[in-house]
């Protein structure tokens, strides 16, 4: 199945070795076009109207080949975010403080 209509039609393929094996990521990304669709209705305590999410960021991302097998093909990986924070009276933006934060999901 393609996630591309769900995160639009941009895609990065990432090579990846694990374990000596050789293997890849497919990564889907683009705006948000349905709220729902990409889960933001599911995040509890989001107390924001899910129209204000429509142009947000998504990515998704899947192993698309690895050449590995059993207890080789245990992994994992961590979505690490970087924001330029800007400042209200900064109105030409020459001085965004960087923040940086693991996104953890809730069930996490």
């Not at 979505?79 to 960087?98: F, I, K, L, M, W």
Request: proline residues 8%.
């Amino acid at each position: 199945m393609s996630l591309a209509p769900f995160f639009g039609r941009s895609q990065a393929e990432i090579p990846f070795t694990l374990h000596d094996r050789p293997g890849s990521v497919a990564v889907y990304y683009g705006a948000s076009e349905d709220a729902t669709k990409v889960g933001f209705d599911a995040l509890p305590g989001l107390n924001t109207p899910l129209e204000l999410c429509l142009g947000y960021p998504v990515m998704q991302a899947r192993i698309e080949r690895y050449a590995g097998a059993g207890y080789r093909t245990l992994c994992a990986w961590i979505q690490v975010v970087t924001r330029h924070e800007y400042a209200p009276d900064d109105a030409d933006g020459a001085n965004p403080s960087v923040a940086r934060s693991v996104d953890v999901a809730p069930s996490m």
